[in-house]
């Protein structure tokens, strides 16, 4: 018995940590060690939930009202995973990061917790294509062409051409306005647009920035 309770953790932590090492080697915040817990710990409460089963199984009378689910403990478990997936998630000059690392983390919860109730293969299975899916199709994503969506704010003068040309400027560089914002000081005479934008494909933030600034009356420009 203990040798089995054993091997399923040394192989809860064995199939976590092949995964937190492809995050870890590209600096997620969410690496090796974190996997290595996560798959662990969802493998031990996997067993606690089944030996608590067991217990209450062994000392069951039918006059017993109590009753026992060995998947409750495996259900709050997953949804735990939220705050620490939450945890990962960055979002960042209107970019939003982390949510393969915060993926990863749910999935090896799921791995410890089939490593746990004795579900080897699917747990080395799911893990196979896990890490498949994180090194393998890398290279194909960057093979796609896909948009690229940006939000830019810019103070500038209250003047009825500063918004045309910004507009034009945007499209020169192969960007669509989805929507403008704007925000007017009557005392100040500025106006701040808030401009949503997408590209189709990865354009240099620093290169927008630089020829926005070039225009007569622009204050300030910034990534929102």
């Given at each position: 018995m203990q040798k089995i309770i054993i091997i399923k953790l040394l192989l809860a932590a064995i199939l976590g940590g092949?995964?937190?090492?492809?995050?870890?080697?590209h600096g997620r915040p969410a690496g090796f060690r974190t996997h290595i817990l996560i798959a662990t710990g969802s493998a031990l409460?996997?067993?606690?939930?089944?030996?608590?089963?067991e217990i209450y199984q062994e000392l069951r009378v039918e006059s017993m009202i109590l009753r026992i689910?060995?998947?409750?403990?495996?259900?709050m478990t997953i949804a735990s995973m939220g705050f620490l997936g939450a945890g990962v998630i960055i979002r960042e000059k209107g970019q939003v990061r982390g949510l393969t690392t915060a993926a990863c983390l749910w999935i090896v919860t799921a791995i410890g917790l089939a490593v746990g109730c004795g579900f080897y293969s699917p747990?080395?299975?799911?893990?196979?294509?896990?890490?498949?899916?994180?090194?393998?199709?890398?290279?194909?994503?960057?093979?796609?062409?896909?948009?690229?969506?940006?939000?830019?704010?810019?103070t500038t003068e209250d003047t009825e051409e500063q918004l045309i040309k910004i507009c034009n400027l945007l499209k020169k560089n192969k960007g669509k306005i989805l929507n403008i914002g704007f925000d007017k000081d009557i005392i100040?005479?500025?106006?701040?647009?808030?401009?949503?934008?997408?590209?189709?494909?990865?354009?240099?933030?620093?290169?927008?920035?630089r020829e926005l600034s070039m225009i007569n009356g622009i204050k300030k420009v910034r990534w929102g």
């Open positions: 092949l995964i937190g090492i492809e995050r870890e080697a409460l996997m067993m606690i939930s089944q030996h608590i089963y689910d060995p998947g409750r403990i495996a259900a747990a080395v299975i799911t893990t196979i294509i896990s890490i498949l899916s994180l090194v393998m199709l890398r290279y194909i994503e960057r093979n796609i062409n896909k948009d690229w969506y940006r939000r830019i704010v810019i100040k005479k500025e106006i701040l647009y808030d401009i949503d934008i997408r590209f189709r494909e990865d354009t240099l933030d620093s290169v927008i920035v």
